[in-house]
T-cell receptor, first 111, second 111 residues
Framework: NAGVMQNPRHLVRRRGQEARLRCSPMKGHSHVYWYRQLPEEGLKFMVYLQKENIIDESGMPKERFSAEFPKEGPSILRIQQVVRGDSAAYFC?????????FGPGTRLTVL | EDKVVQSPLSLVVHEGDTVTLNCSYE??????LLWYKQEKKAPTFLFMLTSSGIEKKSGRLSSILDKKELFSILNITATQTGDSAIYLCAVELPGTYKYIFGTGTRLKVLA
């Protein structure tokens, strides 16, 4: 049973470009969380999705950020017109009950 | 504002020592408190606590929750270098699927 997969593991973008981060949950899991982690900080909740449905996006900035979890394929976190402050590690976690299984993260660097 | 505070922020001990990590929270009527271990990659689940006073144990690790005083502790006995990691505590907000994470305690165990 493959774990949670995220790709790319590292992503470098210049200011103003778009970043797309992908997350494939564990087999059988239909819910996904996205978190952002800045250096020396804990995980900050961004969004909670079910397939084809955003359940809670209260932690996601209203501008430039969007997330989706289509019926087929991975969940995608999209950041448009990236700025230096978007540089962070982005983790997704999939869950079926209370336990969240985390992916290895995508480290985004904005130049 | 809902808040989770962990202490100490960092800790350096020698192999064989016992450590106690603290997590206090300002969230009322929460559903669960979770502990995670984060090494250089994804956080891995350690414990979920829902009831006061009941100790959860896994090998050298144990954890307990005090809902009256709003805190939890994570104990590690006979520490090993492999215990070096960031330990994260998270609280599930009531009526939501949202988790608030503390900033973590960075533990370093010296040989």
């Amino acid at each position: 049973n493959a774990g949670v997969m995220q790709n790319p593991r590292h992503l470098v973008r210049r200011r103003g470009q778009e970043a797309r981060l992908r997350c494939s949950p564990m087999k059988g899991h239909s819910h996904v969380y996205w978190y952002r982690q800045l250096p020396e900080e804990g995980l900050k909740f961004m969004v909670y999705l079910q397939k084809e449905n955003i359940i809670d996006e209260s932690g996601m900035p209203k501008e430039r950020f969007s997330a989706e979890f289509p019926k087929e394929g991975p969940s995608i976190l999209r950041i448009q017109q990236v700025v230096r402050g978007d540089s962070a590690a982005y983790f997704c976690a999939s869950t079926s009950t209370y336990e969240q299984f985390f992916g290895p993260g995508t480290r985004l660097t904005v130049l | 504002e809902d808040k989770v505070v962990q202490s100490p922020l960092s800790l350096v001990v020698h192999e064989g020592d016992t450590v106690t990590l603290n997590c206090s929270y300002e969230v009322t009527n929460f559903r669960s408190l979770l502990w995670y271990k984060q090494e250089k990659k994804a956080p891995t689940f350690l414990f979920m606590l829902t009831s006061s006073g009941i100790e959860k144990k896994s090998g050298r690790l144990s954890s307990i929750l005090d809902k009256k005083e709003l805190f939890s502790i994570l104990n590690i006995t006979a520490t090993q270098t492999g215990d070096s990691a960031i330990y994260l505590c998270a609280v599930e907000l009531p009526g939501t699927y949202k988790y608030i994470f503390g900033t973590g305690t960075r533990l370093k165990v010296l040989a």
